[in-house]
């Protein structure tokens, strides 16, 4: 099974900073990962798709890169809105997926 | 725009089973795959099986081969996923989603996303 991991578990920083998260896979999935926000009591919804394609309606300040086993997923200026959890998903095995352990992300 | 409106909470005793719908509106519902996800309280998210309701044809994570079920009624474009021999720790909340599959010939590869999420349904597992 193809484990994956992030970092950091969780970060505090300030509106308008720079965010990184990482995720990395126990093996090449090229770019077969997506990244998704979670907000508390909601459902997840899909950011960025096949590794670094921004989804439809999502504000050009996310952004991903990455292939083969790590992945970066940025917030180029955080907003209060974007207080949430990340998860990554790889699905290079299909049918199956995995999602990454999230990272949650908080105002300081 | 497609939306997936799923049934209500839930409690259920150890042992028993539970069976949660997710209807769809909003594109051709034969021609995608669902996916279920679930969220134990405070954990992450767990893929837990897909059906592609054209085909019939329904794919498990190994962790529910045996206790899960995954069907589809075309006619009512509703999903359903059934979950047998409940206990505690199969309290969750219970997502499903557009499961949106495209081939890319460039790429020589099949690429996937979950663009579309129902509201999820609280399954509370006591006795």
């Known amino acids: 099974d193809i484990q994956m991991t992030q970092s950091p578990s969780s970060l505090s920083a300030s509106v308008g900073d720079r965010v990184t998260i990482t995720c990395q896979a126990s093996q090449d999935i090229s770019n077969y990962l997506n990244w998704y926000q979670q907000k508390p009591g909601k459902a997840p919804k899909l950011l960025i798709y096949d590794a670094s394609n921004l989804e439809t309606g999502v504000p050009s300040r996310f952004s991903g890169s990455g292939s083969g086993t790590d992945f970066t997923f940025t917030i180029s200026s955080l907003q209060p809105e974007d207080i949430a959890t990340y998860y990554c998903?790889?699905?290079?095995?299909?049918?199956?997926?995995?999602f990454g352990p999230g990272t949650k992300v908080d105002i300081k | 725009q497609v939306q997936l409106v799923q049934s209500g909470a839930e409690v259920k005793k150890p042992g028993s089973s539970v069976k949660v719908s997710c209807k769809a509106s909003?594109?051709?519902?034969?021609?995608?795959?669902i996916s279920w996800v679930r969220q134990a309280p405070g954990q992450g998210l767990e893929w837990m099986g897909r059906?592609?309701?054209?085909?019939?044809?329904?794919n498990y994570a190994q962790k529910f081969q045996g206790r899960v079920t995954i069907t589809a009624d075309k006619s009512t474009s509703t999903a359903y996923m059934e979950l047998s021999s409940l206990r505690s720790e199969d309290t969750a909340v219970y997502y499903c989603?557009?499961?949106?599959?495209?081939?890319?010939?460039?790429?020589?590869?099949?690429?996937?996303?979950?663009?579309?999420w129902g509201q999820g349904t609280l399954v509370t597992v006591s006795s």
């Open positions: 909003g594109g051709t519902f034969s021609s995608y795959t």
């Open positions: 998903q790889q699905y290079d095995n299909l049918p199956l997926c995995t």
């Open positions: 059906i592609i309701p054209i085909l019939g044809i329904a």
């Open positions: 989603a557009r499961d949106y599959l495209t081939y890319r010939q460039k790429s020589s590869g099949w690429f996937r996303r979950f663009d579309y």
